[in-house]
């Protein structure tokens, strides 16, 4: 519903809202993790190593792509293209 309103009103491009939903979810992901792993970090006596390790490579991951997701170059539509190329 988001989508088509923002379409409507707006002329906003279904391409940029996904885009940007995903850069939210990504974001609100890298910051919960960050959170586990603060909470792990001051309960450390009764939490689990596998819970802060699962924390902090989500923490890491997703810190990774919001840094180096612009270096990822388009891809071509089609693989005629490609190869034309």
Known sequence: MKAI???KFHGFKYSSFIASM????????????LFAIIL???????????LFVVAGTIF???????LFAH???N??????QALQT
């Not at 995903?22 to 993790?33: A, C, E, F, H």
């Not at 792990?40 to 596998?50: E, I, P, T, V, Y």
């Open 40 to 50: 792990l970090w001051f309960f450390k006596d009764g939490a689990s190593m596998l």
């Open 22 to 33: 995903g850069i939210t979810n990504i974001t609100k992901l890298m910051i919960t993790s």
């Open 71 to 73: 270096m990822i170059k």
């Open 60 to 66: 890491i991951g997703t810190l990774t792509f919001l």
């Open 5 to 7: 309103y923002l379409k």
């Open 75 to 80: 891809t071509p539509k089609n693989q005629s």
